[in-house]
C-alpha cells in the first residue's frame, strides 16, 4: 500500500466531497438494535473502513475495548500480507479485529462509533486518499446476532437520512482475520508526526473525543 505524501493527501480528501463532514453535524442515533447479552464473556468484532492504523486507533480508545488489532480480512491466509494486499487482487480488505467486553459497550455502540467517526461509509473502495478494493467499507460478521444488529443500523441510517450519498459498506461473513506486520500495530500511537497519521487520523481522534467523551478512557 502506498501512503500518499502530506500534500497528494490533502489534495485527494479534499476532492472527495463532503458527505462525512456535512454526517458529522447530525446527531447519530443510537443504534435500536442492540445486543442485549450481557454476561457472555469478552466478544470479537471485525470492521474495514480504509487504511486500518486510523480505524485500530479510534476503537483502541474506547472504553470496554481490551485489544484491536489491524489485519486482512475477505481473502484467504497464502495472500494476507501487506505486500500482497497493497496491490488490490487479493479480495482482502484492511480490517480491524476488535475484542471488546459486552458489559461496557455494545456492539451496537461500536456501530455507532464505526459509522461515525473511524470512516465514510459513502465512499466505495477507498477512504480519503486511499484507492483500491482493499481499502472498502464492510462490516464482517461473526455470528447472526451482529449480521442483524449490523443490517437493522445501516437502514436506521438510511432512514434518518444522515449522509447525503448512499452507505455502501458492505455487511458480510468473517471466513478469517489474519493480523497484520507487527510494524502496523499501534502505529498511531507509535507515530504522531507521521504526515498521513497528522491528516487523516489524528482528527479522527479528536472528533471522537468531543462527540463521546463518555465512551473515551483516555
Known sequence: ???????????????????LLSAKSKIFPDA????????????????????????EAVFDHLKGVTDAVSGFSGGNAKTAHYDMVSNGNTGHAESVKVTYDPTQITYGQLLKVFFSVAHDPT????QGPDEGTQYRSAIFYANDEQKRI??????QLNEAKIFKRPIVTQVVALNGFYPAEAYHQKFVE?????PYVAYNDLPKLSQLKKSYPQLCRR
Do not use: H
Not at 2 to 17: E, M, P, T
Not at 33 to 52: E, K, M
Not at 150 to 155: D, F, L, P, R, S
Open 190 to 194: 507509535r507515530n504522531p508526526m507521521n
Open 1 to 19: 500500500m502506498k501512503r500518499l505524501s502530506f500534500v497528494a493527501a490533502i489534495a485527494a480528501i479534499a476532492a472527495i466531497g463532503p458527505s
Open 150 to 155: 449490523a443490517e437493522a443500523y445501516i437502514q
Open 32 to 55: 435500536a438494535v442492540d445486543s442485549t447479552a450481557q454476561n457472555a464473556g469478552p466478544q470479537t468484532a471485525v470492521f474495514a473502513g480504509g487504511c486500518f492504523w486510523g480505524v
Open 123 to 126: 465512499e466505495l473502495n477507498r
